[in-house]
């Protein structure tokens, strides 16, 4: 199947932004939603064959609104990126309920909401592709990210029970997990601290791309994954599948 519509969520900046441009880069159509009106506006301006929708992913009535609008520019939706992500990083002590609730209604309840939207409609066209964005920090836990990492946690597992229900009628879903790419969010998350750390565990040495991350994003949406499903692709130069003890190599 040509994936010729694509939905992605956080689309302004950052990660979604590239995604977005990838598609476009093959030819696709892109629904860009985002909740912040103005990087949308700027993100959108130079760009054709987008439909920029100002919406909020984790709230049911706008994500309903998404569909409709896409449905109504479209005709269709093929692909779907569940890449709108919040983070904030404090010890479990300092992480009011406020903050944890906000976090697992954007990065939990939101690829919850758009793909119990988006299915059926994909379903009429004949199916389709999903990724859900995680992070390296559903796989691993570390200090800071009680509310973050917990989300991240669930969305891998949520993209196995989704993979698992649409799988046979038509609709495959995997996850991305990124590693550290210095976006706006890392900006505000990450300090010199934390920054040093990542260098040290990470054998690639260093943070990764926009780019690079659209690029396995929008790999397991297309044919070229087409048995690949519920699984779970860590981009993030090695870091999941390493342990202690770089920083002492690269040192000899
Ligand atoms: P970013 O903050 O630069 O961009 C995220 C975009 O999502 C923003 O434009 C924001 O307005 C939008 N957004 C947030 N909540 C929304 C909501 N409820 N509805 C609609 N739009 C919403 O972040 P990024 O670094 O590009 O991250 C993208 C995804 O990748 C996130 O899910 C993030 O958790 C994940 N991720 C990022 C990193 C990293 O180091 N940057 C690492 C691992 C995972």
Redesign the pocket.
Known sequence: MTHSTAVV?????????ATAKQFLAEGRQVAM????AA??ESACAPLDNVLPLH????LPEQVDTMIDATLTAFGHIDALVN?????DFGPIARTGFDVWQAIM???LS?PFLTVQAAAPVMLRSGGGAIVN?????GHRASTLRVA?GTS?AGVIHLTKQQAAEYGNQGIRVNCV??????????K?V?DAVIRQSYHDSIPLNR??E?RE?AEAIYFLVSDKASFINGQVLSVDGGFESTGIGLPDLRAK
Do not use: F, Q, W
């Not at 939603?33 to 912040?36: A, G, H, Q, S």
């Not at 550290?180 to 890392?186: F, R």
């Open positions: 969520t956080g689309a302004a900046r950052g990660i979604g932004l939603v985002d909740r912040d990087a949308l919406l909020d992913i984790s890449n709108a992500g919040i983070a209604a954007t990065n939101g964005i995680a992070s390296i920090s973050y991240k997990c990124p590693g550290p790419v210095d976006t706006e969010m890392a505000k990450h943070y990764g926009e991350i």
